[in-house]
Antibody, heavy 123, light 112 residues
Framework: EVQLVESGGGLVQPGRSLRLSCTAS????????MTWVRQAPGKGLEWVGF??????????EYAASVKGRFTISRDDSKSIAYLQMNSLKTEDTAVYYC??????????????WGQGTLVTVSS | DIVMTQTPLSSPVTLGQPASISCRSS???????????LSWLQQRPGQPPRLLIY???NRFSGVPDRFSGSGAGTDFTLKISRVEAEDVGVYYC?????????FGQGTKVEIK
């Protein structure tokens, strides 16, 4: 059974940093890209960024709103994807979801989602 | 960035009746490889999103066949043939043709 579990959320002051983890199980982690999506309280979904599998270079893409502040990485030996968030702003307050994303040849489908972890940026 | 516009934003539906949601993109979602990376997701209250449809019309594993997707280019539709109580929630279209990937605003489906 495919499972994704996010962790690392919490209350943080503006300007500080936080690292989220997404621990995967039930599939060969290295074969998939991973996507981070966030949802501010009462709002819609916002794409944060994506990391390709090592097969496709392990490169990353980011939304303009987080580029230069957030970094996505992966540790295939541990089946974990990370979202390093620096210089946090109050508008980064959201539930952060990680999703498994199939390669483009398989439709770029984000087919499994974690339950999410809440990040609150406030002084 | 590609802007995804959904209509309606709210859809009260009678149980057993059909529902339809439209999603329009600000530019064609046809990728240079010839595929169109348009997905539909469902988010039930208090739950994470769930993939329903990918590449316009492909139902994901375990998704009931009352859900169907169609469209091409810039205009796409999600149809629920007969709405059931468990279909209540917010539905999002999402494009993965061009970075940054983007979502529609969401359409809330509720029972009349």
């Amino acid at each position: 059974e495919v499972q994704l579990v996010e962790s690392g959320g919490g209350l943080v002051q503006p300007g500080r940093s936080l690292r989220l983890s997404c621990t995967a199980s039930g599939f060969t982690f290295g074969d998939y890209g991973m996507t981070w999506v966030r949802q501010a309280p009462g709002k819609g979904l916002e794409w944060v960024g994506f990391i390709r599998s090592k097969t496709y270079g392990g490169t990353t893409e980011y939304a303009a709103s987080v580029k230069g502040r957030f970094t996505i990485s992966r540790d295939d030996s541990k089946s974990i994807a990370y979202l390093q968030m620096n210089s946090l702003k109050t508008e980064d307050t959201a539930v952060y979801y990680c999703t498994r994303t199939a390669p483009r040849r398989d439709g770029y489908k984000s087919d499994y989602w974690g339950q999410g972890t809440l990040v609150t940026v406030s002084s | 960035d590609i802007v995804m516009t959904q209509t309606p934003l709210s859809s009260p539906v009678t149980l057993g009746q059909p529902a339809s949601i439209s999603c329009r993109s600000s530019q064609s979602l046809v990728h240079s490889d010839g595929n169109t990376y348009l997905s539909w997701l469902q988010q039930r209250p208090g739950q994470p999103p769930r993939l329903l449809i990918y590449k316009i019309s492909n139902r994901f594993s375990g998704v009931p066949d009352r859900f169907s997707g169609s469209g091409a280019g810039t205009d796409f539709t999600l149809k629920i043939s007969r709405v059931e109580a468990e279909d209540v929630g917010v539905y999002y279209c999402m494009q993965a043709t061009q970075f940054p990937w983007t979502f529609g605003q969401g359409t809330k489906v509720e029972i009349k």
